[in-house]
């Protein structure tokens, strides 16, 4: 229920985003919907906005005053409103009012991240240690129950720091018994003092590409957090907010531009909520970790060049320029009907692949 409310509250900022910046250039603005339709109740009338409480409970929506006007009847819109709907205002404030939700994305992540950094303190690399990132099914790791994320301790009684140094020990040890310590880390890096102990047998002749043990791993940085004072935790925390927003962004845009890699990672409401619900279980720190990566991720996504996303609408917006406004318009809705069920699609395909093969 937690991941639901938070996945609710980004998507109706992001709306929020549009909202405040069509207000600002006199665009009428004619519904601000929380939850989608179908529409519960008036809740009240502002000018010529109507607030309103809608059935289904995820995120919200704004209707501009001309935003779906057919063309062919702009010239005839009384003079008096024409000059407050959306089509009738110059492209850049169009495009300003389009990209504004996913600008709102990204303040909300770099906030969230600051938010963390402020309470927490400076991140300071204090050594490295060795983080499992891949398990292979049927493996020995698999069969021991060794699980991403978590990082390894020792190997027998060798303590670990560096991914080559385990591989060695457990090429010196196929066929063996070896005792392996892992711990498990949060979200912000902390590892846990407490350690596990399982015992693995590396095999002397694994499948081609999988390794004696089954498991890929990494080196990572050990931080320790460096506590400021009041006055100057917040500045310092921005900027350590302001640098993980820009690398998580850059992260998600190079995923969404490797559409192999993007097939393979993709995830969908199933597992986000999962994601959400265990990070709500270790804390509200965690949890606004995890709505910042979410807002930035809802960030960049909305800004590919897909018809039916942001990015899509501004890209319009700037074929207005090349081929006519209104042979743009025209075809707009057809290519944003179309961006939806390829959208839809891909929201089911990820429900699917997170029930089944997850």
């Given at each position: 229920?937690?991941?639901?409310?938070?996945?609710?509250?980004?998507?109706?900022?992001?709306?929020?985003?549009?909202?405040?910046?069509?207000?600002?250039?006199?665009?009428?603005?004619?519904?601000?919907?929380?939850?989608?339709?179908?529409?519960?109740?008036?809740?009240?009338?502002?000018?010529?906005?109507?607030?309103?409480?809608?059935?289904?409970p995820i995120g919200g929506f704004v209707r501009l005053a001309g935003e779906e006007t057919d063309p062919t009847l702009w010239q005839r819109i009384n003079p008096l409103t024409h000059g407050h709907m959306f089509f009738a205002k110059p492209a850049w404030q169009r495009a300003l009012v389009i990209i504004a939700g996913v600008v709102m994305n990204f303040l909300i992540g770099i906030a969230c991240f600051s938010l963390i950094y402020t309470k927490m303190g400076i991140p300071k690399e204090v050594g490295r240690q060795v983080m499992v990132t891949q398990v292979t099914e049927g493996s020995p790791a698999k069969l021991a129950d060794i699980t991403v994320g978590e990082v390894l301790v020792k190997v027998g009684d060798t303590e670990i720091t560096e991914s080559e140094k385990f591989v060695e020990l457990i090429k010196e040890n196929k066929g063996k018994s070896v005792s392996l310590y892992l711990a498990k880390v949060d979200a912000n890096g902390q590892r846990s003092e407490n350690s596990r102990q399982v015992s693995v047998i590396p095999r002397e002749n694994p499948p081609v590409g999988e390794g004696a043990l089954g498991v890929g791993v990494a080196s990572v940085p050990i931080f320790e957090y460096e506590k400021l004072v009041w006055y100057m935790a917040p500045i310092y925390g921005?900027?350590?907010?302001?640098?993980?927003?820009?690398?998580?962004?850059?992260?998600?845009?190079?995923?969404?531009?490797?559409p192999v890699e993007l097939v393979k990672n993709v995830s969908g409401p199933v597992a986000v909520v999962k994601v959400g619900e265990s990070a709500a279980k270790e804390g509200?720190?965690?949890?606004?970790?995890?709505?910042?990566?979410?807002?930035?991720?809802?960030?960049?996504?909305?800004?590919?060049?897909?018809?039916?996303?942001?990015?899509?609408?501004?890209?319009?917006v700037g074929l207005e320029k090349v081929i006519g406004r209104k042979r743009v318009v025209k075809f707009e809705g057809y290519l944003n009907s179309i961006g939806m069920i390829l959208l839809i699609g891909l929201m089911l395909f990820a429900t699917v692949k997170d029930l089944f093969f997850s």
């Open positions: 229920m937690t991941t639901i409310l938070v996945l609710s509250l980004l998507v109706l900022l992001h709306e929020l985003g549009h909202f405040l910046i069509a207000k600002l250039f006199g665009i009428h603005v004619l519904e601000f919907g929380i939850g989608l339709p179908p529409k519960a109740l008036k809740i009240f009338k502002h000018k010529e906005t109507e607030y309103t409480l809608n059935w289904l921005a900027r350590e907010g302001m640098k993980e927003a820009i690398g998580w962004s850059r992260e998600f845009l190079r995923i969404f531009m490797h509200w720190l965690t949890m606004v970790r995890f709505a910042g990566i979410i807002s930035l991720n809802l960030a960049i996504f909305n800004l590919l060049p897909i018809p039916a996303l942001d990015g899509g609408r501004l890209l319009f």
